[in-house]
């Protein structure tokens, strides 16, 4: 089905541990985005990309990188867990061709608990 | 990035319509306004969007003020599966495409 797909959705991590979190979309879309939620509150924009090869930072991009190799794929790295990075994380991507005027698809979400 | 303000919370009995407001009095030009719903466990799913006029699809209704400065999304008959938080917001071609979520309007649908 086409649509966003996240890996792994639940994941449990050591502090000071390393990890990647996956996004990938067949939709062709040239926009993706990372957001993380946490409980009780609304989603905060952590990377986003343009376009394979070119990314930028949101609001809370501290702790993460990101790269766009291809239009596909768009992984999220923990470089070293904090509990303060305990959350949902959503990617989402969407197209670009009319600038604002597309809908955003969200995959389902990655549960990460930082212990 | 341009803000917007919506009601915290809102109620609603089953099979009415739902009528939620949102103000964006700093919109710009460019500026997409955007609803997004999220149920309870789940991501945010697209519900509809538009610019200047007013749109419709098979899930809600846009009415958007002629001065662009507010906007409604409405729900023609609420069911109990259209609970939960919906976002209002403003994507700016400007500013990168992003979506910069507030704190959104919860849903309640009694029965």
């Known amino acids: 089905n086409a649509g966003v797909t996240q890996t792994p959705k639940f994941q449990v991590l050591k502090t000071g541990q390393s990890m990647t979190l996956q996004c990938a979309q067949d939709?062709?879309?040239?926009?993706m985005s990372w957001y993380r939620q946490d409980p009780g509150m609304g989603l905060r924009l952590i990377h986003y990309s343009v376009g394979a090869g070119i990314t930028d930072q949101g609001e809370v991009p501290n702790g993460y990188n990101v790269s766009r190799s291809t239009t596909e794929d768009f992984p999220l790295r923990l470089l070293s867990a904090a509990p303060s990075q305990t959350s949902v994380y959503f990617c989402?991507?969407?197209?670009?061709?009319?600038?604002?005027?597309?809908?955003?698809?969200f995959g389902s979400g990655t549960r990460l608990t930082v212990v | 990035d341009a803000k917007t303000t919506q009601p915290n919370s809102m109620e609603s009995n089953e099979e009415e319509p739902v009528h939620l407001p949102c103000n964006h009095s700093?919109?710009?030009?460019?500026?997409?306004i955007h609803w997004y719903r999220q149920l309870p466990s789940q991501g945010p799913e697209y519900v509809i969007h538009?610019?200047?006029s007013n749109v419709n699809n098979r899930m809600a209704s846009l009415a958007i003020a002629e001065d662009r400065k507010s906007s409604t999304l409405i729900l023609h008959r609420a069911t109990l599966r259209d609970a939960a938080v919906y976002y209002c917001i403003l994507r700016d071609k400007a500013a990168g495409n992003k979506l910069t979520f507030g704190g959104g309007t919860r849903v309640l649908v009694k029965p």
């Open positions: 989402a991507s969407s197209y670009l061709g009319q600038g604002a005027g597309y809908g955003y698809t």
């Open positions: 700093t919109i710009s030009g460019t500026d997409y």
């Open positions: 538009g610019l200047t």
């Open positions: 939709m062709n879309h040239e926009y």
